[in-house]
C-alpha cells in the first residue's frame, strides 16, 4: 500500500513540488479545494495521496488509513473559505517549512480545531459582512446571521460558500437550508431590532423602491402601507359615515317642512321673537325700559308674527333642515320642528322673525306663555316652538301675536311640557309659573320669553290687575332679563325696538289695553305682550318692524309695520339702522322688504309724530291684531296640542348638534358633483393673466354650473337628433362648432392639441406608428 | 401647473343634470376642453371689461357682464 500509494504520491508529490514551487500556496490550495468538496470522496484520497508524498516524511509513520481518517472526520467541519485562509498563511509565514510539514500541519490544525478555527473563521468572515451591511436593511442582516450560522454549522462548503457569497451580493438566500442553531441566541435582537431597523428600511425602500437588491424588504414595506392605506380608508368611511345620517335628517326635516309649513313660520317669528327678545333685553337695559315697552310690546308681537311668518317662509326650509333633525314630529311636530331648526340655526334669522312667533301661537301664546316661561330653563328650541305653536292654535283671535311671541321667548326654554300644561287655561297658574321663571332664570332668552308669557298670560286671562302686575312683573324682569341678553346684538336690536314699542304702549295704552282686553282679547294680549316685549328689547322695534316683513306675511307686517312705526318713531329711528343691517344679513328677500319697511316707516313716522302713539297704537293694535290674527289663524291650520313639546324637550339638544352636522355633510354630498372650485380658480387665472378680486371666483363657479346645465342640455339634444343614446366625439364636434370655437380654419383636432395635456392628446387623436400600429388601437 | 381632468367629477357633473344620458369613452377630455375654451373665452372678455374701464384688477362687474356675453355664446 505505502509503495504503490507512495509512488504516486511521490509522482504527484513531485508535481505538486512543482507547483508548489511555482505557488507555494497552491497546494495547499488545491487541497483545501479537494477538501471542500461534499461528502467523503475518494478524491480526498488523491489528495491525500497528494499530500501524503509532500508529507512523506511525517506520513511514513502515518499510515494512509489513519490520513484518510482524519481526512475524512476534519471533511464536513472544513469549510472552503477557511482552509484557504488558513492554509495559505502558514506556508506563506514559514516558507522554510516543507509544504508536507505545512500541509501536515494546517490539516493538523484543520482538524483539530476545526470547530474553533472554522467558527472563529466564519464568524470573523460573516461580522465583517455584517459590518459591510449594517446599512442594508435588518432582513439582510438576518439573512446574513442566518448563513452565517449556517456556515458555522459546516454544511457543505459549497452551500456555505455560496450562501455566503450570496449574502455578501446581498441576495435573499433561501433558509431552507439553513439549519437554525444559531437562531435561538438570535431572535430576540431581531425581533427588538427588526421593528426600529425595519421600520426605518421601510422608509429608505420607499424612497427606493426600485432597488433590486431590497425588494424583499419593499415588499415587507408594501404590506406596511397596505396597512396605513387600511387605516386611512377605515377613518375615510368612519368619517363617511357621518354623511349617512344627514340625509336621514333632511328628509325628515323636509317632509316636516313641506307638511308644516304654517306650523314652522309661526315657530320661526317665535323663535326669532325669544331671540329677538334676548337680543333686545342688553339693549333695553342700556336704554329705557319702562318708556317704550307698552308700544312696542305691541308692535313687536305683531311685527314678529310678521317677520316670523316671513322667515319661516324662507327660512322653513332650512331651518326644518336644521331643527328637523330633532324628530319629534307628532302634531305640533311641525311646529317644533320649526321651531327647533329656528333655534338650532337661528341666530341669523332670529333677527328677522321675531314675529313670526306671534304668528304661530297668538291663541297659543296665552295659554303656552306660562308654559313657555317655565319651561325656558331647559329647553329653549324646543319647548318655545312647541309653545308658540300650541299657543296659536289654541287662540287664534286673542293676541295670538302677543302669545306667540311670548311663547317664543319664554317657552324656548320651557319647553313642550309647559304648552302642555299650559294648553289648559289655567292661566293663574302658568302665570305663576312664569313669574317665579321669570326671576329664576337668567337666561336672556328665558327671561325675554317669560315676560312675554307672562304679559300674554295675563292679558289672556283678562285680568286687569294681572295685567298690571304682569306689566310691572315685566319690568322687572325685563330689567334683568336686559342685563341677561346681551348676546345677540341683532336680536337685541330687534327687541329693544320691539321693547320700546312695547314700553310704549304699555304706558300709554294700559288703560286702553285694559279696556280692549275686555272687549277684544286677542287685542290685549297682542299687545302686553309687545310691551312685554318691549319692556325686553327696547329697541326691537325695527326688528319687528323688519321681522313682519322678512316674513311670509308681508301684509301683516306692513300692518304691523305701519301700526308699529307710528307707535315708535324714535325707536324706529333708532332700530332702523340695526334692523337695515339685521335685514341686509339676512336674505336678499329681507332686504326687500325692510324697503317695503322702510316705506311704511316714513309714511308712518310722518303721520305718528305727536304723543297720541299710544291712542293710536290701540286704535292700529286691535286692528292690525285682528288683522294679524285672522291671518294667523287661517296661515295656521295646524293643531294647537302640545304634546309634542314635552317628550321632544330632551333629544332636542342632541337632534340639534346632530343637525348642524348632519347639513354640513348633506351639503358635502350635494356639492360633489360640482367641480374642485380650486381647479376652476387656476384655469380662469391662467387664462385671464390679471389679478383678479376674491368675489370674482363665485361668479365663474355659478358661470361654470349654468355652463354645464346648457351643456348637457346640448348634448342629449344632440344625441337624441342622431337618434343615440351614448353621446360621441361627432356630437361634442358638433357643439363645438356651433359654439364657434371649432371652424373650417380650426378643426377640432388642433384645439386638441394646443389645449390638452399629451396624454389626453393620445387618447383622442389616433397616431399612426411604425408597423402598421395605430395608438390608441382599435 | 395643469392639472388633470377630473373624469368622474364631469362624468358626475353630466349625470346630475342628465341621468339617462350616457357619454362616450374618453368623451370627457372633449368636455374638459370645452370647458376650458369656455372659461378662456370668459377670461378674455372679463379682461377686455377691465380693460376698457382701465382698471388693473379684475372685478366683479367686469366678470358679470362678460358671463352673460359668453354664456349667450356657449349655447350652441
Not at chain 1, 579 to 604: I, P
Request: a neutral charge; charged letters at 30%; aromatic letters at 4%.
Amino acid at each position: 500500500m505505502p509503495d504503490p500509494a507512495a509512488a504516486p504520491r511521490t509522482s504527484a508529490s513531485a508535481g505538486l513540488g512543482h507547483d508548489s514551487g511555482v505557488s507555494p500556496s497552491a497546494v495547499p490550495r488545491r487541497a483545501a479545494e479537494e477538501w471542500a468538496r461534499p461528502a467523503p470522496r475518494r478524491k480526498h484520497l488523491s489528495d491525500s495521496r497528494k499530500q501524503k508524498p509532500t508529507m512523506a516524511p511525517d506520513l511514513e509513520t502515518a499510515t494512509p488509513r489513519l490520513l484518510l481518517r482524519k481526512i475524512f472526520q476534519t471533511q464536513p467541519e472544513v469549510s472552503p473559505v477557511v482552509p484557504k485562509i488558513t492554509e495559505p498563511w502558514e506556508p506563506r509565514e514559514s516558507g522554510s517549512e516543507t509544504h508536507s510539514e505545512r500541509l501536515s500541519n494546517t490539516s493538523m490544525k484543520i482538524q483539530l480545531p476545526d470547530l474553533v478555527s472554522e467558527d472563529t473563521a466564519i464568524i470573523t468572515f460573516h461580522t465583517s459582512r455584517n459590518k459591510r451591511k449594517l446599512s442594508i436593511s435588518e432582513f439582510e442582516r438576518a439573512v446574513d446571521k442566518r448563513s452565517s450560522q449556517n456556515l458555522a454549522k459546516s454544511m457543505s462548503d459549497d452551500k456555505s460558500s455560496t450562501r455566503s457569497l450570496q449574502a455578501s451580493f446581498s441576495t435573499p438566500v433561501p433558509p431552507n437550508t439553513i439549519e437554525k442553531r444559531g437562531l435561538l441566541r438570535r431572535p430576540k435582537n431581531r425581533k427588538t431590532v427588526n421593528v426600529d431597523s425595519f421600520e426605518g428600511g421601510v422608509e429608505q425602500n420607499l424612497l427606493q423602491i426600485k432597488d433590486a437588491e431590497n425588494y424583499l424588504v419593499d415588499s415587507q414595506a408594501v404590506s406596511m402601507i397596505g396597512t396605513t392605506v387600511m387605516m386611512n380608508d377605515t377613518k375615510i368611511a368612519l368619517n363617511n359615515t357621518e354623511l349617512f345620517v344627514q340625509p336621514q335628517l333632511s328628509e325628515k326635516s323636509q317632509g316636516r317642512l313641506s307638511a308644516l309649513e304654517p306650523q314652522l313660520l309661526a315657530r320661526n317669528v317665535l323663535e326669532r321673537g325669544s331671540r329677538a327678545f334676548n337680543t333686545a333685553e342688553p339693549e333695553s337695559q342700556k336704554e329705557h325700559l319702562a318708556s317704550n315697552v307698552d308700544p312696542e310690546e305691541e308692535m313687536v308681537p305683531e311685527d314678529h308674527e310678521d317677520s316670523a311668518l316671513d322667515h319661516a317662509d324662507r327660512s322653513g326650509p332650512a331651518s326644518v333642515g336644521k331643527a328637523g333633525s330633532p324628530p319629534r314630529d307628532h302634531q305640533d311636530y311641525a311646529q317644533q320642528s320649526s321651531y327647533a331648526e329656528q333655534v338650532s340655526g337661528l341666530v341669523s334669522g332670529i333677527q328677522k322673525e321675531p314675529l313670526t312667533l306671534n304668528v304661530n301661537p297668538e291663541e297659543e301664546m296665552v295659554q303656552g306663555d306660562h308654559e313657555d316661561s317655565a319651561l325656558y330653563h331647559t329647553d329653549r328650541s324646543s319647548p318655545a316652538s312647541m309653545g308658540k305653536a300650541g299657543s296659536l292654535p289654541k287662540d287664534q283671535q286673542d293676541c295670538t301675536q302677543q302669545s306667540s311671541y311670548a311663547e317664543q321667548v319664554s317657552g324656548l326654554v320651557s319647553g313642550t311640557f309647559h304648552r302642555q300644561t299650559l294648553s289648559t287655561p289655567a292661566v293663574t297658574t302658568s302665570r305663576g309659573r312664569h313669574l317665579g321663571s321669570l326671576s329664576a332664570q337668567r337666561s336672556t332668552r328665558t327671561s325675554l320669553r317669560e315676560f312675554v308669557a307672562h304679559v300674554i298670560e295675563k292679558l289672556n286671562c283678562g285680568n286687569e290687575d294681572g295685567i298690571t302686575d304682569t306689566e310691572q312683573e315685566i319690568v322687572k324682569d325685563g330689567a334683568e332679563k336686559e342685563g341677561i341678553a346681551r348676546e345677540v346684538t341683532e336680536l337685541q336690536s330687534n327687541m329693544e325696538y320691539s321693547e320700546k314699542l312695547g314700553e310704549k304702549l304699555r304706558k300709554q295704552t294700559t288703560s286702553h289695553i285694559n279696556e280692549k282686553r275686555q272687549a277684544r282679547t286677542p287685542v290685549t294680549p297682542v299687545e302686553e305682550e309687545v310691551m312685554i316685549e318691549d319692556a325686553e328689547n327696547q329697541n326691537s322695534g325695527k326688528d319687528v318692524v323688519e321681522f313682519p316683513e322678512n316674513a311670509g306675511a308681508r301684509r301683516l307686517s306692513r300692518q304691523s309695520s305701519a301700526a308699529f312705526t307710528r307707535y315708535s318713531e324714535p325707536t324706529r329711528k333708532k332700530s332702523i339702522e340695526p334692523v337695515e343691517q339685521t335685514v341686509d344679513m339676512d336674505d336678499g328677500a329681507v332686504v326687500e322688504d325692510t324697503s317695503e319697511l322702510e316705506e311704511h316707516k316714513t309714511e308712518e313716522e310722518e303721520l305718528s309724530e305727536d304723543g297720541a302713539k299710544s291712542e293710536e297704537l290701540s286704535m292700529e293694535m286691535p286692528a292690525f291684531v285682528h288683522a294679524m290674527a285672522d291671518q294667523v289663524s287661517l296661515s295656521l291650520s295646524t293643531p294647537r296640542s302640545l304634546k309634542m313639546a314635552v317628550p321632544k324637550l330632551s333629544p332636542k339638544p342632541p337632534p340639534a348638534k346632530q343637525a348642524p352636522k348632519k347639513n354640513r355633510t348633506e351639503q358635502r354630498r350635494k356639492r360633489e358633483p360640482a367641480l374642485p372650485s380650486s381647479l376652476v380658480k387656476k384655469i380662469f387665472r391662467h387664462y385671464v393673466k390679471m389679478p383678479v378680486a376674491r368675489d370674482v371666483f363665485k361668479v365663474v363657479e355659478k358661470c361654470s354650473e349654468q355652463y354645464f346645465k346648457q351643456l348637457s342640455n346640448d348634448l342629449e339634444a344632440y344625441t337624441k337628433h342622431a337618434g343615440r343614446k351614448t353621446v360621441e366625439r361627432a356630437d361634442l364636434e358638433l357643439l363645438m362648432r356651433r359654439q364657434g370655437l371649432v371652424t373650417d380654419e380650426m378643426p377640432l383636432n388642433v384645439l386638441i392639441e394646443r389645449h390638452l395635456p399629451l396624454e389626453y392628446r393620445k387618447l383622442l387623436i389616433p397616431v399612426a406608428t411604425s408597423g402598421n400600429k395605430v395608438i390608441p388601437s382599435k | 401647473m395643469k392639472r388633470a381632468a377630473p373624469r368622474s367629477t364631469l362624468r358626475g357633473l353630466i349625470k346630475k343634470h342628465k341621468p339617462r344620458l350616457r357619454l362616450a369613452t374618453n368623451m370627457e377630455f372633449l368636455v374638459h376642453l370645452n370647458f376650458l375654451l369656455f372659461l378662456h373665452r370668459l377670461a378674455e372678455e372679463a379682461r377686455i371689461n377691465a380693460f376698457e374701464s382701465k382698471s388693473k384688477i379684475i372685478k366683479l362687474e367686469h366678470v358679470i357682464s362678460a358671463a352673460k356675453i359668453t354664456l349667450k355664446k356657449s349655447r350652441g
